[in-house]
């Protein structure tokens, strides 16, 4: 007789475990389970971003993203203080360092203002270098309620949190499938089985997958997007105060590569945005024959490289020459020097597509019988993940029927 749970979450990344612990705070009187591939939680996208609380200053006003990133960012930081999270709100630069940039500069300032970010303020060449003395700019934005944190400690104080409120998260556990019944779902791993009543998949990466698995059909297929990163070096560690983005490109979903200042010490640069030919691959030559036959099997992966090859091309330049990827740092900081950086990690992003190349940009939620998938949850998913969990666990509550 297997284990019985009113919900099984299937995927312990971030926006997982904020469900469940939602859901534990929602209806305290159902047991859950949250379900982790690997030996830990948050190992993939929740410990590979680069730990930024975003503002939601970019986001398109009305959006799901822009509404939640607020709110989250917000439930975020007083998450953190209260649980003795280490945080720092130290602020950010987003610099425009050519004419052209301005229109669309302003344009994200209009955005932050529409969505309700505070503490912003446009800034001109001698105020930026007033914050960030190596940096070249000829107007900005400052955003002055960006932060860093480390997800992977978020995560693993909803673990402790879960398990407080009398439910399970259990690690290396793979699900390899579900058998539906009358009255709920086996889950089956390769350890063992669970039985649960309803079923809920947030499984970044292999998101698309896991909802085919269980039965559900979707018309939405990952891809996935490999950032490589450097550190700067102690030499280079005095040319960056704060985290200093570029005006992103509208015409791509990616921030442009930037420096970020960590948590827990030093400073990154990057990161570019490439193709990967395995999911979970991480190192610039992983290869995995099944994944690279998933996405070119998919019609809407060809038609997104059909619009986008000038600007991958690119981005795949930055990932193999140290000098090129250094080039696009200068646009920022001039004066970095090939002895400034030193390659570090690297993270992969799941982009969900649409069969016509579209990148869905905000959240993407399938539901049939016992079952909810979320199919995409696109940055700034780890700083909203408060507030995209409760989205997900008040959902859950109305389509399960949950009392």
């Given at each position: 007789m297997e284990e019985q749970f009113d919900i099984i979450i299937v995927g312990g990344g971030i926006v997982g475990l904020a469900t469940a612990y939602k859901l534990c705070t929602q209806h305290p009187d159902k047991r859950l389970l949250v379900l982790e591939k690997e030996k830990e939680v948050a190992q993939h996208q929740t410990s590979h971003n680069s730990g930024v609380i975003h503002s939601g200053?970019?986001?398109?006003?009305?959006?799901?993203?822009?509404k939640n990133c607020v709110s989250g960012r917000r439930e975020l930081v007083e998450f953190a203080k209260t649980h003795k999270i280490a945080h720092d709100i130290c602020g950010k630069l987003i610099v425009a360092t050519e004419e052209s940039e301005l229109a669309h500069m302003n344009k994200v300032y209009q955005n932050g203002l529409a969505n309700g970010v505070e503490d912003m303020e446009l800034i001109d060449s001698k105020r930026i270098k007033e914050i960030e003395p190596y940096c070249e700019g000829i107007a900005g934005i400052r955003v002055g309620c960006t932060g860093i944190i480390d997800y992977g400690d978020v995560a693993r104080k909803y673990v402790e949190l879960i398990h407080a409120a009398g439910s399970k998260v259990l690690t290396s556990q793979e699900v390899k499938g579900f058998e539906r019944g009358e009255s709920g779902t086996k889950v089956i791993t390769q350890k063992s089985s669970f039985f649960g009543k309803h079923i809920i998949t947030t499984s970044g990466l292999q998101a698309d997958r896991m909802a085919k698995k269980e039965g559900q059909k979707t018309d939405a297929a990952i891809i996935g997007f490999r950032g490589d990163y450097y550190d700067l070096t102690e030499k280079g560690l005095k040319k960056v105060k704060h985290l200093i983005y570029p005006v992103p490109n509208p015409k791509f979903p990616f921030l442009g590569v930037h420096f970020t200042r960590m948590i827990k010490g030093g400073t990154e640069c990057g990161p570019n945005a490439v193709f990967v030919f395995d999911r979970e691959g991480y190192s610039k030559t992983a290869f995995s024959m099944k994944d690279t036959l998933e996405a070119f099997g998919f019609a809407g992966t060809w038609k997104f490289f059909g619009k986008h090859w000038r600007f991958g091309l690119d981005e795949y330049r930055g990932a193999f020459s140290k000098a090129y990827f250094l080039k696009r740092l200068q646009k920022l900081i001039p004066s970095l020097e090939m002895d400034d950086i030193v390659s570090s990690r690297c993270g992969i992003r799941a982009m969900a597509l649409g069969p016509e190349g579209e990148m869905l940009d905000d959240f993407k939620?399938?539901?049939?019988?016992?079952?909810?998938?979320?199919?995409n949850s696109p940055s700034p998913a780890a700083t909203a993940s408060l507030a995209y969990g409760n989205e997900i666990a008040v959902m859950a509550g109305e389509y399960f029927k949950l009392k």
């Open positions: 200053i970019y986001y398109k006003p009305g959006s799901y993203k822009a939620i399938e539901k049939h019988g016992n079952a909810m998938h979320v199919i």
